[in-house]
């Protein structure tokens, strides 16, 4: 059994604007050496401009139906059994199915090339707009996870 104790949950304050903890995520993951204020300005401008693009009038449920379809179902999580390390799907847990997908998120908005954009706000924008039609380099990573959690369901009888 191990002596490690168990995680505490962080509660997450709304952000000021939306009141909205999953805006407030966002704004925390995309943050860069503690520099709030600017992470809150840029996401509040990609929201806007998302909003513009896609014509809704309730950002906050658009900006949910991105995550929902950025959000991994099963990971592979390595098992090792007997010396050798097994690949083993797992399902995702609520919390960390939020947490992954804002991670690829901001990670894939970052890799976006700066001939087309220029802000960070306009490459989350156009992040989420493709996290909409399901594309972009965000759902390619969660189809990417769930490949490998398909490859290796031989393995699915180890998990614990």
């Known amino acids: 059994m191990s002596r490690k104790s168990q995680n505490k949950t962080r509660t997450i304050l709304p952000d000021s604007r939306f009141q909205s903890e999953v805006v407030a995520r966002l704004i925390n993951r995309s943050m860069i ?10 996401v509040y401008t990609a929201l806007d401009l998302l909003e513009k693009e896609v014509n809704s009038e309730d950002i906050l449920t658009t900006l949910e139906q991105a995550l929902e379809n950025l959000k991994p179902k099963v990971e592979v999580r390595p098992r090792r059994i007997g010396g050798a390390v097994y690949q083993v799907p797992t399902p995702v847990r609520g919390s960390r199915q939020y947490s992954l997908a804002i ?54 009888h180890l998990r614990w």
């Not at 050496?33 to 840029?42: F, H, L, R, T």
């Not at 001939?115 to 039609?133: H, I, V």
């Open 33 to 42: 050496s503690g520099n709030k204020q600017a992470a809150q300005k840029q």
């Open 103 to 156: 991670r690829w998120l901001i990670i894939a908005a970052r890799k976006r090339p700066n001939k087309q954009f220029y802000t960070f706000a306009e490459k989350l924008s156009a992040e989420l707009k493709a996290a909409l039609n399901d594309e972009g380099a965000a759902f390619a990573k969660r189809q990417e996870v769930e490949r490998m959690a398909e490859a290796n369901k031989a393995f699915s």
